[in-house]
Structures are given as C-alpha cells and as structure tokens.
C-alpha cells in the first residue's frame, strides 16, 4: 500500500509520508458527525490523524526509535490504546473497538520486528473483565538496515566538494584558520 496505490487514505496522510514509506495497516474510526480518526502503521513509524472541518486535522508521528511502549487495555465495551514515546509523547486513543485494537497491535508489532535485531513481544494480562496487552520496545533496539529496495541512497558528498566549501567558511570569515586547518587536514585524508 504505497502512496500510489492506495487512493482511500486522507491527502493529509499522503502529504507527510516520506519517500518509500509504505502504509502496511491502517483503521479509520468515524465517530457520529466528527471527521474520521486514523491510526496508521507504516515501515517507519506510527502515525495518528484527526482530521477536522474545513480541511484542518492534527497529525502526530512517532518514529519507531522513539516508540518505548503500546499499552491497550480491552474492557468489554470499549478498549483503550495508548502509545508512549521518549520526550513525554503519549498518544491516547479510546475510539477503537477491541478487535481493532489487537489488530493495530499486533501490525505494529509486526513492523518493529521486521526493522527490530531482537523480537518484539507483547505481555498479556487477563482479568475477569479485561484484558491488558504491553508491547515494549526491546532494550536493544539496533535496527537492521531497511531492505536495499527501500532503502533511500545515500549521497555522500564528494570530500573536493567539501573543501571548497570549507575554504568559502573560511574566506567569509566563519570558521577560525585553526578550525579551517583542523577540518581541511581531516577531508584530505578521505581523498
């Protein structure tokens, strides 16, 4: 489900995905009279959007390094997701259903361990009337390179590049002739 094929996402989405970022799960809740909500999962991170009248929404996208931990407590009635990221970013979502909200999980699972060295697992606990699932990100979150067809190419700047540059700072009066000597040193030895 690239940004191509799949015309059912709202513009707002499709404007802020990244250059091979695929969308591999998405839910759309429409409550009563409100503009949907949309959580999605892409290969790269987590992204939720309310969208609002008149063309205004709210989007929020927590990449997967920042991810720490999805907590979704199922009740009978209703379910709540949160997501929890470094910086204090917490995302609530009671507007799924319970079998929405082990689907999304279970995708985002599925995401981090297609990137993650170390398998994701999610912990679950029962009660009587609810049931509580943890996934938590690994401690050693060291990602494994995106497949080489997905992968952006790098472009590494030619170190002659560099140098003129480099001596441009310098002629302008930006860099000290000690750091314009320090760095010039360091860029011919990659010549």
Known sequence: MGKERNPKL??????HLEPGEEVLFSIKKKISVEKPKWLLVTNRRIIYLDEKVFGRYDLKALPYQKLEQITVKLGIVSSEFIIEGEENITLKLGWMNKEEAERAINAIKDALNAIAVEPVSIEISKGLTSETWTLKKPKEFITRTVPAHQAQPVVKEDPIEKLKKL????EMGVISQEEYEEKRKKLLEEI
């Not at 001596?167 to 310098?170: D, M």
């Open 167 to 170: 001596k441009e700072l310098y």
């Open 10 to 15: 709202p513009k707002s989405v499709l404007r």
